[in-house]
């Protein structure tokens, strides 16, 4: 249950259009190979649970474009309940890093129902530890899901990650996480996709030749800065 700490990363996000998706999929199924993790169709689905505190921090420094900020979610994939994972995610300076580890039931179970660690404080994972501390100090709880269909795309040389997001959704019914299937609200426009470009240095001149990203609408705002928005039980 150690903590995993990846480096910073360059990370930017489009809007794209269904025409859009299509066309750019097509060029970067010839170049790039798709995650081998994703299933038969090259997607699999991502549900995160986002913890936010007493005054919605998290999500008013988005808001306001606040660096650095960083934010703690509680992730698991396809509806899976054998992989729960707890992440924090930080941006300094349009630069992202993410630390993860893995959570037992037991330790999920613990953080969203607000129960005592109470001896286990030690035994619990340091990013575990850190997220519980907050949950005292500044009384960080879970605000929503967000939950969405991912076509990821990997090229060794840069470390490059191509992402296409669909079918976001967001619900207020946090205590129904490890629920088989959630319902919410869809939190953009029919037909509209996320793309995200991810990389350590730098990003091949052909991937972006490829993707030719001038003429698509980049957005700063995250997923969870959306869902917030966008679900009528924040206001």
């Known amino acids: 249950m150690e903590t995993e700490k990846i480096r910073f990363r360059h990370e930017f996000k489009y809007f794209c259009t ?10 970067l199924r010839g170049i790039m190979k798709p995650d081998p993790h994703a299933g038969e169709d090259g997607s699999y689905r991502i549900r995160s649970l986002y913890f936010d505190d007493l005054h919605d921090r998290c999500y008013y420094e988005n808001e306001n474009g606040v660096c650095p900020r960083e934010k703690y979610r509680i992730r698991i994939y396809n509806g899976g309940q054998e992989l729960i994972h707890l992440e924090r995610k930080r941006k300094i300076r349009g630069m992202t890093q993410k630390e993860g580890c893995r959570l037992s039931k037991e330790w999920y179970e613990l953080l969203v129902g607000g129960g005592s ?16 501390i907050l949950m005292e100090t500044r009384l960080m ?23 296409f997001d ?27 996709e996320l793309l995200e470009v991810k990389y350590d240095a730098f990003l091949p001149d052909h991937l972006q030749q490829i993707l030719q990203l001038g003429h698509m ?12 928005k966008y679900n009528s039980a924040f206001f």
């Open 141 to 163: 709880r879970p605000k929503v899901i967000v939950e969405y269909d991912r076509r990821p795309f990997i090229y060794r040389d840069g470390n490059v990650r191509i992402t």
């Open 18 to 27: 269904a025409a859009q998706t299509k066309m750019l999929q097509s060029r």
């Open 117 to 132: 660690l109470g001896s286990s404080f030690e035994r619990a994972p340091e990013l575990m530890q850190e997220l519980w």
């Open 166 to 192: 669909s079918n976001i959704l967001s619900s207020s019914k946090t205590e129904d996480f490890l629920e088989k299937r959630i319902y919410g609200r869809a939190v953009l426009p029919l037909g509209t």
């Open 217 to 228: 609408r980049a957005t700063a705002f995250s997923k969870y800065y959306l869902c917030r």
